[in-house]
């Protein structure tokens, strides 16, 4: 993974970046020290280096047999007990994969993550006749969407192939010890993976919140812990400032924050990125945005958005700066085919693969929005593998511990989202 600056020079100084040098190494001590606030929710700072060969073993086979026994995995989950899953597994799949006959693999689908009714019986439509397993991942184990979603598929599964066979088709990831869903787990004899008390939901990804759903999805996580290990490294709390891209990404942000750049909008050229742009949006958005502060982080889907939102980000109110996520190499060739009668006047692009034609694109929408006032960060990856994909996720996880504490805010707590709940409960006579 490279991370480059060089495109926000026209909008900070050397000055700036230099003040700021020390409070990034000063945060990032912190994270390490365990001595800033929200401490007792650091125990992803190490994760990667820590997870053992007999931890991906036992995820890999409860995987596979989940794998064996069904065609669709329901994995059910809200918030950090989802996006990771499904960022991962759909920057790794095919872009038509729910549509591809001859799987090696179930489909994953996702419940849970909302509480519409006409997502759940059309869930419960697809999977009638095909056989299924279930995922269910909550840590406090109260949540209400993912609580209603598995009470229905527990009911499905039971009714489908009775309770002693349902046991063998659930999964709880859950907390050791607190809540519902660990109590519904052992009642009922489920195998369940532990979320560590000190990993908050959306710094979750990495343990069996994550691994098991994408090793379920056919993907290799050992990979995917090789490459956040590679990055646990590259960012570890010895790698000074100036070698260090977690801090640089966290300090650029803050620099632009304060010259009144209050939204972030992260950038991809590859459909494939959609997915861990909502997770990245959660990781920021709910770790930052407290206390009347924080950077709005917000997510285009290029060249498609250049055709919508394009414009704003070119011509509208100056309050943004754009992180590109770029990924070098396509994992395929495919070229613009040559006409004889050029009545569409393409052939000036003709025998040019697809990829030289996005990137020509996504240069041009770099310079053009830099001229447009809008600072760049560009991070770009070689290709879409497993290895970065976990290079990615640490990396942003750590630059958003850094940037939070530079902001002046637990970046590890969460209390705005209790607000609608209370409200929802009142409403429902809990
Ligand atoms: O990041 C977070 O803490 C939240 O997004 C939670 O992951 C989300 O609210 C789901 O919580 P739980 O896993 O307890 O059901």
């Avoid at 692009?349 to 310079?367: D, F, M, P």
Wanted: aromatic fraction near 8%; charge should be negative.
């Amino acid at each position: 993974m490279k991370l480059s600056i060089e495109n926000t020079r026209k909008f900070i100084t050397e000055n700036e970046l230099s003040a700021l040098k020390a409070d990034a190494e000063n945060s990032l001590k912190l994270l390490h020290n365990k001595t800033g606030s929200g401490n007792d929710f650091l125990g992803w700072v190490n994760l990667p280096s820590s997870i053992s060969q007999n931890d991906i073993d036992d995820i890999q086979s409860t995987a596979d047999k989940l794998a064996s026994l069904a065609e669709f995995v329901i994995v059910i989950g809200i918030g950090g007990s989802y996006l990771g899953a499904k960022a991962v597994i759909e920057s790794l799949s095919s872009n038509f994969n729910n549509l591809q006959t001859n799987r090696k693999h179930p489909i994953v689908i996702f419940a849970g993550q909302n509480m519409n009714e006409d997502y759940t019986y059309e869930l419960f439509e697809t999977i009638k006749g095909h056989s299924v397993a279930a995922v269910v991942i909550s840590k406090s184990g109260t949540t209400i969407e993912p609580a209603i979603a598995f009470r229905l598929v527990k009911n499905h599964i039971e009714n489908t192939y009775g309770i002693e066979a349902a046991k063998e088709r659930i999964v709880a990831i859950t907390d050791k010890a607190r809540g519902a869903m660990n109590t519904i787990a052992n009642k009922n004899g489920y195998k369940i993976f532990v979320i560590p008390d000190d990993i908050g939901g959306r710094f979750s990804v990495l343990t069996p919140v994550g691994l098991l759903p994408v090793a379920v999805a056919g993907f290799d996580i050992k990979k995917l812990v090789a490459g956040a290990a590679n990055m646990e490294n590259l960012t570890d709390a010895n790698i000074s400032f100036d070698n260090n891209p977690a801090c640089i990404y966290a300090a650029v942000r803050n620099i632009l924050y304060k010259k009144g750049k209050r939204v972030e909008i992260l950038a991809n050229f590859n459909p494939k990125l959609h997915s861990l742009a909502e997770w990245w949006k959660q990781l920021y958005g709910e770790s930052e945005g407290k206390n009347g502060k924080g950077i709005f982080p917000a997510s285009v889907d290029f060249t498609t958005d250049l055709h919508s939102l394009g414009q704003y980000i070119q011509d509208g109110e100056r309050m943004l700066f754009e992180t590109v996520l770029s990924v070098e190499s396509p994992k395929y060739k495919f070229t613009v085919p040559e006409d004889d009668e050029n009545t569409d006047g393409l052939n000036f692009v003709a025998n040019k693969r697809i990829n030289q034609i996005n990137k020509s694109a996504e240069l041009g929408t770099i310079l053009a929005h830099i001229d447009g006032g809008v600072p760049n960060i560009h991070i770009s990856i070689s290709e879409i593998n497993e290895y970065h994909i976990g290079e990615l996720i640490y990396f942003f996880e750590k630059a958003c511990g850094i940037s939070g504490y530079m902001l002046g805010v637990n970046p590890f707590n969460q209390p705005g989202v209790e607000a609608y709940k209370k409200n929802m409960f009142q409403l429902l006579g809990k």
